[in-house]
C-alpha cells in the first residue's frame, strides 16, 4: 500500500501528504483533504518553518493514534466535504455533491457499530477534524435521542453502578425527563 | 503528552533528512525509524502482512491519554473486526464501556446535540454521567410533552437551577404560552442573557409574549427566533451582533422593523414568515446578505428592499392582495426564488379580471429589478402569470440569469409561460426542470386560451433561443402520467433547438421506483420515445439514471 509520494508543489492543489496509522499503514492524501486535521495542519507548518533548506523530501506524518481502517473512513468524509478552494460557481454541481454527500452519510451510518462510531469521534478529536467531529457527534446523539436509559446502556456498555435508591430518587426528581420515552 | 510524542519523532526526522536520505524510498525511511526507536514491535512495515487478531482491545487507539506507540500489533488491517458482538437476533450490546473513557469535552458536545431531556437522562446512566449534563452550554426545551404548561414551566425552572456553565451557546424554549407564564418566562430570558446566550429561540403559540426591554439591548446575541412573540422597544435597540433573525407570526407595527434593522448592524439573514401589522414595508440594510419573506395575510403589501450588499432572496407563500414588490439597487443579487402566490378574493369576473392585473403588474416589475440575477428558480403561480400575460401579449423582461429553474406541472397552460420564460432568458446555461404536483384551477386561462398550437405558432420566434443551453436536468416526471404529451413537446423543442446541448438529464422518476408494472412499461416508451427525437447539438447526451 505505500506509495511514493511526489514532491509536494508550493502552489499546486494536487499536493500530496503522506499519514501512517498506529498500523503502520500508508495513506497518500491530498494536501487540501489533510489540512481540514488541524493536528496534521499544524505539524506540517511546523515542518515547513524548522526546515526550509530540505524542501526537496517528503514528510510522513505519523498518527500513533488513530488505525488505519478510521483514518480510511475520516478521509473519505474529508473528501466529501466542499473544499474550501474549490470554485463554486456552478450551482448544479453544489447540489449533486450535496446529494452524493447526503447519500454517502446514509450509507456510512447504516452499518456503523457504536465502538466503531466511537473510535471515529476519538480519531477526530486527536485529528482536530472540525467537521467529521461534528457529524459524528451528531450521529451519536441522533442514536440515543429520545432512547431510555436501559437502551443507552446496553448500546454502550456502560455499567450501572448507582444504587437502587440513589436512581429512584434521581428518576424521581427529573420525573419529567423520562416521560415519554421510546421503550426499547 | 502525544504531542511531545509528536516532537520526538520530529526530531528523528530532521537527523533522517540531514543524514541525506532518499526521500523517495519510504520503506527504507519507515526501517530506519524503527531502528532509531529500537524497538521491534512492528513487524512488518507493508500492509499485507498482518498480525494475528485479538479480542482483547483495551488500548486500541480510541484515548490519546493512553495510547503506547510500543503497543503490540493487535488489529488485523481488515476493518470489519470491531469488539463490540453483535447478537443475531437482538439488540446491539457493546462489551465494554469506552463511551465514559472519552474526555468531558467530547461528551459535553455530544450532550449539546440532544435536547435537554434526554441530556437530563443521561444523569442516570452511572455516576461517571451523573452531573455532566449540568455542563452542557446548550438548552433545548422542545420537546413538546405538555401536559400542564405550569408542569412543563416547572421542569425548566428546575433545570436552570441547577444549570451549571457559565456561558451558554444556545437557548431554546418551545412552549404553549398564556399570560400567566410571563414572570417565568422572563426569568429564563434574564438567565440566557446573563450567561451571554448565542442564540436565542422562543417558539411560542397561542398566545403572544411581550419580550422584555432588557433584551433590546443585548451585544452578545448573534442569532435570535421569535415566534408569537411582540416586539416594541421602548427605546433604541442594540442587537450589534446580530447575524441573523427569523420572526414568525410577530406583529411588526409601523417602524419597528426599521428600529430593529437599525440596532442590528451586522445582519446577514432576515426571515420574516407570517408577520403582518404594516402595509408597506421597507427593508433597508447596509449588512443584509439573505432574505426571505414568507406569507403575509393581511391586503395590500407594498414591500420595497433596499439592501445593496443583498445575495439571496426568497419570496414564498402566500401574500393576500400584494400590490408592489420592488427591490432596488439588486446589483449583488446573485440567486432568487420566487416561489409565491398573490391570493384574492373576488366574485365578479370583473374583479378576477383586475386581480390579474394586479398581478401581472407585480410579476413584471420584480422581473425587471431581477434582470441581472444569475440563478432564478421561478415558481408555479409565477408561471401561470407569465402564461397569462404571453397570451395577452404582454411580452417578459429579458433576464440575464445563467440558471434557472422552473416549478411546473407540466399542464397545458404551463406552456405559454415556460415558452415566454425561455424566450427571455437567452443567455441561460443550466435549465432545471422541476414537475410538481399541482391541483390549481386554471379556469381563467381556460377561457381565454385553448389551444397547444399556440406554442406551435411560436415555434419561428425560437430559432434564435437556447443559444447557450448546456444543460438540462428534469425531475419528477412520471408521478402523474397524464402530462406526458406536454412534457414530450417541451423536451423534444429543447432537443431540437439546443444547439449547444451537452446533457439531458431526466432523474429519478418515482414510477419506475415505485410504480406498477404497467406503468413502468409505459414510461419505458416515453423514454424511447424521447431517446429518438432529433438533437441540434451533435454531442448532446441524454440520460436516465435510473
Known amino acids: 500500500m505505500s506509495n511514493t509520494s511526489e514532491n509536494p508543489k508550493p502552489s499546486s492543489s494536487s499536493a500530496k501528504m503522506t499519514l501512517k496509522t498506529s498500523d503502520n499503514e500508508l495513506f497518500e492524501v491530498e494536501e487540501a483533504v489533510a489540512m481540514k486535521f488541524c493536528t496534521v495542519k499544524q505539524y506540517f507548518e511546523d515542518e515547513k518553518d524548522s526546515d526550509v533548506a530540505a524542501r526537496g523530501s517528503t514528510t510522513v506524518i505519523p498518527l500513533p493514534n488513530v488505525h488505519s481502517a478510521v483514518l480510511a473512513t475520516l478521509i473519505s468524509y474529508g473528501k466529501k466535504l466542499p473544499q474550501s478552494n474549490a470554485v463554486a460557481d456552478n450551482h448544479e454541481e453544489e447540489e449533486t455533491k450535496k446529494k452524493e454527500r447526503k447519500k454517502y452519510e446514509q450509507g456510512l451510518l447504516k452499518n456503523l457499530m457504536p465502538g466503531e462510531l466511537l473510535d471515529l469521534i476519538s480519531a477526530a478529536n486527536y485529528l482536530d477534524f472540525k467537521e467529521g467531529l461534528e457529524f459524528f457527534n451528531q450521529a451519536l446523539a441522533d442514536h440515543i435521542q429520545n432512547k431510555s436509559v436501559e437502551y443507552v446502556r446496553k448500546f454502550f456498555g456502560i455499567k450501572n453502578d448507582y444504587e437502587p435508591h440513589e436512581e429512584e430518587k434521581y428518576r424521581e426528581e427529573y420525573a419529567w425527563a423520562f416521560e415519554g420515552v421510546d421503550e426499547d | ?546
Not at chain 2, 403575509?296 to 445593496?308: F, K, M, N, Q
Request: charged share 25%.
Open chain 2, 1 to 546: 503528552m502525544s504531542a511531545l510524542r509528536l516532537i520526538g519523532r520530529k526530531n528523528n526526522f530532521r537527523e533522517l533528512r540531514s543524514l541525506g536520505v532518499s526521500p523517495f524510498t519510504i520503506e527504507l525511511r519507515v526501517r530506519m525509524e524503527e531502528e532509531s526507536y529500537g524497538s521491534s514491535e512492528r513487524s512488518s512495515t507493508s500492509s499485507e502482512e498482518s498480525a494475528p487478531y485479538s479480542t482483547d482491545n483495551s488500548s486500541h487507539a480510541t484515548n490519546p491519554m493512553n495510547s503506547e506507540e510500543e503497543e503490540e500489533e493487535e488489529e488485523s488491517s481488515s476493518s470489519d473486526d470491531y469488539p463490540s458482538k453483535r447478537r443475531k437476533h437482538g439488540p446491539i450490546v457493546e462489551e465494554e464501556d469506552r463511551i465514559s473513557t472519552l474526555p468531558d469535552s467530547i461528551l459535553l458536545t455530544i450532550l449539546s446535540s440532544l435536547c435537554t431531556k434526554d441530556a437530563v437522562r443521561t444523569g442516570v446512566l452511572s455516576k461517571r454521567w451523573a452531573y455532566l449534563w449540568t455542563f452542557v452550554p446548550s438548552l433545548r426545551f422542545t420537546d413538546y410533552y405538555l401536559r400542564h404548561a405550569a408542569d412543563y414551566a416547572s421542569f425548566v425552572d428546575n433545570v436552570l437551577l441547577l444549570h451549571r456553565a457559565s456561558k451558554l451557546t444556545n437557548f431554546s424554549v418551545e412552549v404553549e404560552y398564556n399570560p400567566e407564564l410571563k414572570p417565568r418566562v422572563d426569568l429564563w430570558v434574564r438567565f440566557a442573557t446573563t450567561a451571554k446566550v448565542d442564540q436565542l429561540s422562543l417558539l411560542l403559540s397561542s398566545c403572544f409574549y411581550k419580550l422584555p426591554q432588557h433584551l433590546y439591548a443585548n451585544e452578545f446575541v448573534s442569532e435570535l427566533d421569535f415566534r408569537a412573540c411582540e416586539i416594541k422597544p421602548n427605546g433604541l435597540v442594540r442587537w450589534s451582533s446580530l447575524k441573523r433573525l427569523c420572526l414568525w407570526n410577530v406583529a411588526l407595527p409601523k417602524d419597528v422593523l426599521n428600529q430593529v434593522l437599525l440596532g442590528s448592524p451586522r445582519l446577514e439573514f432576515l426571515e420574516l414568515r407570517s408577520c403582518d401589522k404594516f402595509n408597506r414595508l421597507d427593508i433597508v440594510s447596509e449588512s443584509l446578505k439573505k432574505l426571505v419573506m414568507d406569507s403575509y395575510c393581511e391586503d395590500g403589501l407594498e414591500l420595497e428592499i433596499v439592501a445593496p450588499k443583498i445575495e439571496s432572496l426568497e419570496i414564498i407563500g402566500e401574500f393576500y392582495g400584494m400590490k408592489k414588490c420592488q427591490i432596488k439597487n439588486a446589483s449583488a443579487l446573485v440567486e432568487v426564488r420566487l416561489d409565491f402566490e398573490i391570493t384574492m378574493e373576488y366574485e365578479e369576473e370583473e374583479q378576477e379580471e383586475d386581480h390579474y392585473k394586479n398581478c401581472e403588474n407585480v410579476v413584471r416589475e420584480l422581473f425587471e429589478s431581477l434582470h441581472q440575477v444569475k440563478k432564478l428558480i421561478v415558481g408555479r403561480w409565477c408561471l401561470k402569470v407569465l402564461s397569462i400575460m404571453s397570451v395577452k401579449h404582454l411580452s417578459c423582461p429579458v433576464l440575464n440569469c445563467k440558471c434557472l429553474t422552473m416549478k411546473t406541472s407540466m399542464e397545458k397552460w404551463n406552456l405559454p409561460g415556460i415558452a415566454s420564460l425561455l424566450q427571455s432568458s437567452p443567455y441561460v446555461e443550466t435549465l432545471v426542470i422541476d414537475i410538481i404536483f399541482s391541483n390549481h384551477d386554471s379556469e381563467f386561462l381556460d377561457r381565454i386560451y385553448d389551444e397547444v398550437n399556440h406554442w406551435k405558432s411560436k415555434e419561428v420566434y425560437f430559432k434564435s433561443l437556447l443559444q447557450c443551453l448546456k444543460t438540462v436536468k428534469i425531475f419528477g416526471f412520471g408521478e402523474r402520467f397524464h402530462t406526458k404529451d406536454v412534457f414530450i413537446l417541451v423536451v423534444e423543442f429543447l432537443l431540437k433547438n439546443a444547439k449547444v446541448l451537452e446533457k439531458m438529464v431526466i432523474t429519478e422518476p418515482w414510477v419506475m421506483q415505485n410504480g406498477i408494472h404497467n406503468m413502468q412499461l409505459k414510461f419505458l416508451q416515453v423514454s424511447q420515445k424521447l431517446l429518438s427525437f432529433p438533437r441540434s447539438s451533435p454531442h448532446a447526451v441524454v440520460m436516465f439514471p435510473f
